[in-house]
């Protein structure tokens, strides 16, 4: 296994840096205990860095989000990094993202997927269940947690459910 991590790393130092802007990383990809059972909390910044890059590079899933949208200036996104919840210039400081959900809202059960205005699309990570009146594009505050992961909240409401972004 660490070969072949020496390996793939020593790809990704020779691949492009950065690529489609709708990438989401491995640690918003995985969960905290994921991320640790695959060893990559023994990684270097520089070295997660890479293989995010690598991944980036080779990815047939990786989708570009749609731009415009009344919700996109919510997010306060000038750069491309801005509008996956990251700040410029520093992937590792992420960044509050304010949208409204595309229809009718009624809660979450464990297998939800949210479409912002912005463009983006999340499930939903953990099982939890979250019921309220129906709504009409309530919205939606999608907040940086610990290991990588991201809270979702409706606004006016007090729960909250794990994300991951997948476009």
């Not at 520089?46 to 690598?54: G, H, K, M, R, V």
Request: hydrophobic content about 40%; glycine content about 8%.
């Amino acid at each position: 296994m660490n070969k072949f991590l020496i390996a793939l790393l020593s790809l990704l130092l020779a691949s492009p840096l950065y690529a489609a802007e709708g990438f989401s990383s491995v640690e918003e990809q995985m969960t905290g205990k994921e991320f640790t059972a695959a060893g990559l909390d023994k990684l270097s910044q520089s070295e997660l860095d890479a293989l995010n890059a690598w991944i980036r590079a080779h990815s047939v899933a990786t989708l570009d989000a749609p731009r415009g949208g009344a919700a996109a200036a919510a997010v306060t996104a000038d750069s491309p990094a801005d509008r996956r919840g990251l700040k410029s210039g520093d992937d590792n400081e992420r960044t509050t993202i304010t949208s409204r959900l595309v229809g009718k809202f009624r809660g979450w059960d464990g297998q939800n997927t949210f479409k912002l205005e912005n463009g983006m699309v999340w499930v939903q990570a953990d099982r939890d269940k979250f019921y309220i009146k129906e709504v009409e594009n309530p919205v939606v505050v999608i907040e940086p947690g610990m290991f990588g992961t991201w809270r979702l909240h409706i606004e006016g409401h007090n729960s909250e459910c794990k994300v991951k972004r997948i476009q």
